[in-house]
């Protein structure tokens, strides 16, 4: 294993996802609870409930739902690639929420071609 220097939002995204596969599939709960105590180690408890029963990390997790899901009909062209990567640019959009809502800084992630979204003011999660 190696350590990643990564925002806050990625981490916990990435708790998210992991949170969305132990959801579907019972062989990724030894990978989401590792993560889930290294990432509260890290915080002071009070910190870590306010953060972990947020609006903003509730909505990271619908976002990545909503991801798999359309992944998954993707792989029988139920939806179309648009529709794959408008749920994408939600979960982005949702990690720019939660950072926001908790950290100083601003999301290291750079995400480009997403302009159409922001234009037409799809921006919920």
Same mark, same amino acid.
């Given at each position: =294993? *190696?350590?990643?220097?990564?925002?806050?939002?990625? !981490?916990? %995204?990435?708790?998210?996802?992991? @949170? /969305?596969?132990? $959801?579907?599939?019972?062989?990724?709960?030894?990978?989401?609870?590792?993560?889930?105590?290294?990432?509260?180690?890290?915080?002071?408890?009070?910190?870590?409930?306010?953060?972990?029963?947020?609006?903003?990390?509730?909505? =990271? *997790?619908?976002?990545?739902?909503?991801?798999?899901? !359309?992944? %998954?009909?993707?792989?029988?062209? @139920? /939806?179309?690639? $648009?529709?794959?990567?408008?749920?994408?640019?939600?979960?982005?959009?949702?990690?720019?929420?939660?950072?926001?809502?908790?950290?100083?800084?601003?999301?290291?992630?750079?995400?480009?071609?997403?302009?159409?979204?922001?234009?037409?003011?799809?921006?919920?999660?």
């Amino acid at each position: =294993m *190696i350590s990643l220097k990564v925002d806050e939002a990625y !981490a916990f %995204d990435y708790l998210s996802i992991l @949170e /969305v596969k132990k $959801q579907k599939s019972s062989s990724a709960i030894e990978a989401w609870s590792k993560c889930y105590v290294y990432l509260q180690t890290q915080f002071d408890a009070e910190r870590w409930f306010l953060i972990i029963n947020s609006e903003e990390y509730k909505n =990271m *997790i619908k976002a990545n739902e909503l991801t798999f899901d !359309a992944v %998954d009909k993707a792989k029988n062209n @139920e /939806v179309t690639a $648009q529709h794959v990567d408008y749920c994408n640019y939600q979960r982005h959009s949702a990690k720019q929420n939660f950072q926001k809502k908790f950290f100083t800084s601003d999301l290291s992630e750079l995400k480009i071609g997403y302009e159409k979204y922001i234009h037409n003011n799809h921006t919920d999660v």
